[in-house]
């Protein structure tokens, strides 16, 4: 039996990376965990790895050929990440508010309460990553915990 509270139409899943640069400095990475908590996300899955090269180059392949692919691919694999999957009503879109623009500049700007517009450095080094949609969300999911069912969950955890 689907329990009200997990089913999809209840809860969203999204994946939410937090980047090498946010990882090594302990402070920055509980004030990223802090937020996660005080905005009320579940906290479905989490892991601390480091990413392989090939892996982090299959993820991103949507963006190769671009100027940034190969600076943000050296970055994503040059120390440890954190992977989460997050739930919460509107997951996806209340996560990419709680980033911020992806632009650093334009972060600080329009939102400098946002995790990029307060702990980004650059466009690159900007702190987070979080799915765009559903389906990123469920691919996203896969890539990172690949033995994780979101059927599954909805269904029994």
Excluded at 128 to 157: K, N
Aim: with cysteine.
């Amino acid at each position: 039996m689907t329990s009200i509270l997990r089913s999809p139409q209840a809860l969203q899943l999204t994946l939410a990376l937090i980047k090498p640069d946010a990882v090594a400095h302990p402070l920055i990475l509980e004030a990223v965990h802090q937020q996660i908590l005080s905005n009320k996300f579940l906290i479905v899955r989490t892991r601390e790895l480091q990413w392989k090269l090939e892996d982090c180059r299959r993820f991103y392949r949507e963006h190769e050929g671009r100027f940034f692919y190969q600076r943000l691919v050296e970055f994503m694999t040059s120390g440890p990440i954190r992977a989460y999957i997050l739930a919460h009503k509107d997951a996806i879109q209340l996560w990419r508010t709680l980033m911020g623009p992806t632009r650093v500049f334009r972060a600080r700007y329009i939102a400098p309460d946002s995790i990029r517009g307060s702990l980004g450095l650059t466009d690159t080094r900007n702190t987070t990553h979080g799915s765009d949609s559903v389906v990123s969300a469920s691919r996203e999911i896969a890539a990172f915990f690949p033995d994780f069912s979101e059927q599954r969950w909805y269904e029994e955890e």
